[in-house]
Structure formats: C-alpha cells, structure tokens
C-alpha cells in the first residue's frame, strides 16, 4: 500500500486525499493552518460556485493549454457533480452554466468532504507547514518549519498559489517545487480589482454601471463598480484574466448600438433635451455623475450650456467616448484581493494525464499551484478538483519509485 503524503488541505488537496484513499492509499493530509479548507467557505461569496457546465480549456490561461485539455479528458465537470453526489452534495445550475450547492452554502461543500476524509480513515496534520520535500532512499522526506519530518512514497503538492494569503496560500508550494528541480514563472494576482489613473474613477466612487469592459480583444459585459483607486465589479475581475501588459481598459457604455447609431441618438436627445443645461443633458438615461464625468472626457464645456447648443462634432466626440471610455491600467489590487494566480509551476514539467512530475517519479502537484488560472465563474474550482481526483488516484496506484 502507497503512503500519500498530500500538501495543503485546500480544494484541490481535499479531493486528491479521497481519490488517493478510494484507491488504496495510506493518506495523510499536511496543513499549514488550524483547519483544512478555509478557502473554500469564502469562495462564490460564501455560496462556493464549485464548477461550470460550460467548462473547456478556453476558458483556462497559462502556458499550456493542452495540459487543461488533458485532465478534461479524465475528469471534469460531469464526474466532479457526479464525485459529489456520491458525497451528498445536491447542486444546482444558474445563469451562465455557473454550479452551485443547493444548500446556498460552501460550508456544505467543505462538510462533505471532511466527513468523506474521516470515513476513508484519511489522517490530517495541521498547524504543519511544509518547508521543504526531499527524495531519500525511494522515499520522500516532507521537511516543515516547525515539528518532526515525516516520510511518505508518494507526495502531492497541493499547496495552492499566492492569491488571498490570510486563507493560507501564501506560495510556498514554489519553493517545495523549486527545490525538487522545477521551474516556477513569474506571478501575479488574477481575478482581481484594477487601480487605473484617478482623476476620473475618484469623482465616481461607489457608482456602479452596466457596461462591456475591454482589454485589447477580451471584452466582459456586467457590472463595473467606480472606487476611488480605478475600477472593480463582476466585469473587470472577469477581464483581469486576460490582463497581461495592457496599458487601457476600455468601457462601452452602449455596446447593443454602435458609434452611429448611438450618435444619431445623441443628437435627438439635443433637440428633446434642447432647454436643459449640459449637466442635466444626461439625466434619464444615464447616473447624473457618470453623465458629466462622460461630457468632460469628450472636452464639452461649459456644463452651464443648453443643450441645445451641442454642435456635431461634439455629439460625435460624446458618443465615440461612451463607446469606448478608456482608463490607464496602473496595475491590479493586491494578492490579497485576488481569487487566483496567474504563472506557477511549468506544465510541461508535469505529465498531464497524471499530474506527476517528469523530473522526480513519485512526486505530483494540483490545483493552483500550477500556471493554470481560469476565468471568473467556477472554472478554478473545477481545475482544483480535477487536477487534485486525478493526482490523488495516479499517486495511489503508482506502481514503485525508479
Ligand atoms: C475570495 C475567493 C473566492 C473565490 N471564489 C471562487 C468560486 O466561487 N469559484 C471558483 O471556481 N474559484 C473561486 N476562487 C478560487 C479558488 O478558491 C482557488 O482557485 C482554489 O481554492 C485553489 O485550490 P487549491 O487547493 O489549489 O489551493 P487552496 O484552496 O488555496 O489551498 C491550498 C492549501 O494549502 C495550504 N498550504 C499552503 N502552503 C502550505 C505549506 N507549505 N504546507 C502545508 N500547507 C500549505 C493552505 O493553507 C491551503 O489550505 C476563489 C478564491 C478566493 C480567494
């Protein structure tokens, strides 16, 4: 019988630990936190969107998209609802495929896989923190910061990546990687707020509009919250997916009508609207702030104007602004207000019919850490619970250590 040593009881820790247990395994589970699974209470706002029904690599970023392909194949999102019925989770489907426990609650998710944890005989060690893995003897020797070493045949580093550190991913499932011969690329926070310039989103904190934000080709239709630091809402965390070195973010403010039509539109709005001053020429349509913000962006003053007065040329310049209102990306928020990880361990290092490692037989990684990061909408979840039921299974029946 293997012994599984699994690193970090998160998401996709949790799901490698039972797939390794259904299949044989002597499991023991190596947390560096008080308890296993902090994360996953937090995540879909406590509702945990835990997969999507329209899951596929497209919408996976890193540096191999086939690596998702792979465990797509093996594993994904019928099975994963399938795994957890046979848990007793009950799910439910809602806008854009995006799943979720019936219960409204991620503690039922995090539940169920405890109490499969404690059915399977899985031991968990908390309060451990992983420093480092070696290989002796055949063996794996697992190293922490605090406390005796333990050994194991097998190992999984499912330690997650940097994003949202105070839940206890704070990227030392690098280094363990790192120390075994592994290549790590940079990293940055996904998922996550954008600070732009201010002059602009300050004037507006705590509007929030609908629009479609776009970053070079990527475009994301839904909400967008102005604060005082640049822009955040469902859209623009969407959209940080696809953030790389872009330098504006845009946002269409009418994006059924196009340039045209919005102009010819704009222009009648002149001749109803012809007896109100510029600063109300908005009011109806649009948040009163955001209208003037808009008119100041398309150089028309003085807002003490009618109207009526608008030439052309300048409801030509208010619609092109209100069909793309650009904003200078200053960068993201920090990995503390991060869903996830963009760059991780380098796939190609990993077979991805397995998840173990080409470079040390025997040792095997899930989850976030990996350069793998999905969109907003359950996609990372599904990844955690794939790439982990297939680590923990592959781990479990490996035959011995070459
Ligand atoms: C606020 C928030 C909301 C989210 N909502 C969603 C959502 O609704 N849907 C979705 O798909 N995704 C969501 N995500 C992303 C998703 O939660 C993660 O991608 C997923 O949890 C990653 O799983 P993981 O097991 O790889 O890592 P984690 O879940 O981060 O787990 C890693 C575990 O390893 C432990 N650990 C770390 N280092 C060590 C060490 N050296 N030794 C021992 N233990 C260690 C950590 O304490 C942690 O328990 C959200 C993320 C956040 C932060």
Request: charged share 25%; with cysteine.
């Amino acid at each position: 019988m293997n012994n599984v040593a699994v690193i970090g009881g998160g998401a996709s820790g949790l799901v490698a630990a039972i797939s390794a247990a259904q299949n044989g395994a002597r499991v023991t589970i190596y947390e560096s936190g008080a308890r296993v699974g902090r994360k996953i209470l937090s995540t879909g706002n406590g509702r945990c969107n835990m997969t999507n029904t329209n899951a596929s690599a497209a919408y996976y970023h890193g540096g191999d998209a086939g690596f998702v392909r792979g465990a797509a194949e093996k594993f994904w999102v019928k099975d994963t609802l399938g795994f957890f019925l046979s848990l007793g989770v009950l799910t439910k489907t809602e806008q854009d495929g995006r799943v979720y426990p019936y219960s409204d609650r991620a503690s039922s998710v995090l539940d169920a896989l405890r109490l499969k944890i404690d059915a399977l005989g899985v031991r968990v060690v908390t309060n451990y923190e992983v420093k480092s893995v070696k290989r002796k003897n055949n063996r794996f020797l697992i190293i922490p910061y605090r406390g005796e070493s333990e050994t194991a045949d097998a190992v999984i580093v499912a330690t997650g990546g940097r994003a949202a550190p105070d839940l206890g991913s704070k990227g030392g499932g690098y280094d363990i990687l790192k120390g075994l011969g592994h290549t790590v690329t940079d990293t940055r926070p996904s998922l996550v707020q954008i600070k732009t310039e201010t002059e602009t989103v300050k004037k507006l904190k705590g509007i929030k509009i609908t629009a479609e934000a776009s970053i070079d080709g990527a475009k994301e239709y839904g909400e967008i919250l102005f604060t005082d630091y640049g822009l955040s809402g469902i859209a623009i965390f969407s959209l940080t997916a696809y953030l790389d070195k872009q330098k504006t973010v845009s946002l269409d403010l009418m994006h059924e009508k196009s340039g045209e039509e919005l102009t010819a539109m704009l222009k009648e709005r002149a001749r109803i609207m012809a007896q109100v001053p510029l600063e109300s020429y908005f009011t109806g349509m649009l948040d009163k702030r955001v209208g003037q913000a808009l008119l100041k962006s398309a150089l028309v003053s003085p807002l003490s104007r009618l109207s009526s007065t608008l030439t052309d040329a300048e409801t030509k310049r208010i619609a092109d602004v209100m069909k793309k209102w650009e904003f200078k990306i200053e960068g993201t928020m920090s990995w503390n207000n991060a869903q996830t990880t963009k760059g991780g361990a380098v796939t190609s290092e990993f077979d991805r019919d397995t998840m173990e490692s080409k470079i040390v037989s025997g040792l095997y990684a899930s989850g976030e850490v990996f350069d793998v990061d999905g969109d907003c909408g359950g996609y990372n979840l599904q990844w955690a619970w794939s790439s982990g039921y297939i680590a923990g299974m592959s781990a479990a029946l490996r035959k011995e250590i070459k």
